[in-house]
Nanobody
Framework: VQLQASGGGLVQTGGSLRVSCAAS????????LGWFRQAPGKEREFVAA????????YYADSVKGRFTISRDIAKNTVYLQMNSLKPEDTAVYYC?????????????????????WGQGTLVTVSS
């Protein structure tokens, strides 16, 4: 599966932004999807994930209540709606796809567990 992220940009503190990730391939619905982010000088960190069917979602504590992950199987697209943005949310956001036999937090939050990655989209939150 190939992933193409888009929708990043510059937003003020407290603003909102939605990033998208379009996937190619007919097996989109067989993958769990995740969003990760990487700020300059920092390691890539987990942001959110969604199960294959979209019925279960997971969030990092730092974004819980502010970000929402969703997927549109018909459009082969996963979204990350980001509200109440903070300067510390500034990062390159990456979407990723993986196949998991079981959705355990310790697994779906680990970047090395995902087999496919998009190219990233930059989100900058100004103070």
């Amino acid at each position: 599966v190939q992933l193409q992220a888009s929708g990043g940009g510059l937003v003020q503190t407290g603003g909102s932004l939605r990033v998208s990730c379009a996937a190619s391939g007919r097996t989109f619905s067989s993958y769990a999807l995740g969003w990760f982010r990487q700020a300059p000088g920092k390691e890539r960190e987990f942001v959110a994930a969604i199960s294959r069917g979209g019925g279960t979602t997971y969030y990092a504590d730092s974004v819980k209540g502010r970000f929402t992950i969703s997927r549109d199987i018909a459009k082969n697209t996963v979204y990350l709606q980001m509200n109440s943005l903070k300067p510390e949310d500034t990062a390159v956001y990456y979407c990723a796809a993986g196949r998991f036999s079981i959705m355990l937090t310790i697994i779906i939050t680990e970047p090395t567990r995902y087999g496919y990655w998009g190219q990233g989209t930059l989100v900058t939150v100004s103070s």
